[in-house]
């Protein structure tokens, strides 16, 4: 039988730290896990990892997200990768001023649920009488409501309706015949 070590590496790196340290798990012949740590500051004295990136055994830098460069200095991204009028911010390498309903790191990402069109992140379909893009917007005019009454927007109801054209009146009418 032979023994079989397997390491994970997970790594945290502290930029403005002179010591830069990276724990490992190893896996015995058992399968079971074995930790131990790994200061990865003496093999590789002057190497650091910036915006999250990861220092690897090799003294290289794995980079997280839209980073790269030996150090995970440089935003890969650039004012074209932003979508919906988005803006780039170099500082944080992600696109800001996201128009909603639109999120994520380009501007890409609907954030609203639902029946949408991910293509235009709009409703596929809203329940009469609404509508927009978010099913929020109501779709009745002013002249809908009569009587004196007028158009709630946010109700997409009638306010003030003379009691003969109430809701209570109505029901009650068809009730009695």
Known sequence: MYAVTFLVLTTLIVVNSSQVKTQYVKYNEDGEPE???VDLSKRCPKMGCMNKGRLTTDCSCKCRGFWHGSSCQKCGLVQTDC?????L???TCRCVSCPAPW???LCNTCSMKGALDPETCRM???SL???GSDCKTC???DSFCTEGSVLNRKTCL????PEQFSANTIVNKKKSN
């Open 158 to 161: 009638c306010d003030n309706c």
């Open 35 to 37: 930790h131990f740590h």
């Open 124 to 126: 596929k379909e809203c």
């Open 139 to 141: 779709l009745r005019d």
């Open 83 to 87: 979508r919906h009028g988005s803006i």
């Open 89 to 91: 911010d170099e500082d």
């Open 103 to 105: 999120g994520g790191h």
């Open 129 to 131: 009488p609404w509508g």
